[in-house]
């Protein structure tokens, strides 16, 4: 099954609301006014997966560009449940790969801490396998409630070099003021 990003605007996130909240825990989610004022800016993206053949919807994408430090920010990655466990994700990342290997050195993203939960095993190994790398570094995401302990991963992209623990605070920092600028 071949599939397509299909970058989206505000209009589109009534589309991905639903699989937003059926995919992601309440408290590692954003307000849907802090998300409209997100993609009203030039920097956070939505991408539509979708089917090549039909159009169909599969899931979403929300990553912001920081393009003076050579990084994207992978903030949400969710495929629809009827199609996980065909592929999509890895098909998404290497699309994402293609597209932003010429200009970004490389992807971060946040994944849940393992814990009881099959899902987050499941999580860690296929970015594991898709070649990125947890950066072990003390990462706090900022949550309503406080700050969720989480691990931070890096997919190189342009480099299979790893970043310096100073590009790596850089990029939280500027990706923390960005994107949870309702909580700091």
Request: overall charge negative; some cysteine; proline content about 4%.
């Amino acid at each position: 099954m071949d599939i397509l990003l299909q970058q989206g605007t505000v209009l589109d996130l009534e589309m991905i609301l639903p699989s937003y909240v059926d995919l992601f825990p309440e408290q590692e989610r954003k307000t849907t006014s802090v998300l409209k004022k997100l993609l009203g800016t030039r920097d956070y993206i939505l991408y539509k997966i979708v089917n090549e053949q039909n159009s169909a919807y599969m899931g979403f994408i929300l990553l912001l560009q920081l393009e003076d430090l050579s990084a994207i920010w992978l903030d949400f990655i969710g495929i629809d449940k009827m199609y996980q466990g065909y592929g999509i994700g890895s098909k998404v990342l290497d699309l994402l790969k293609k597209k932003y290997s010429k200009v970004y050195k490389g992807m971060y993203f946040e994944v849940e801490c393992l814990d009881e939960n099959p899902d987050t095993a499941r999580r860690i190994k296929f970015y594991e396998k898709s070649g990125a790398k947890n950066l072990k570094v003390d990462y706090t995401l900022p949550t309503q409630q406080g700050d969720l302990p989480m691990l931070l991963y890096y997919q190189p992209l342009s480099s299979e070099k790893l970043p310096f623990q100073k590009e790596v605070d850089e990029v939280i920092r500027e990706a923390h003021q960005f994107i949870h600028f309702d909580l700091l």
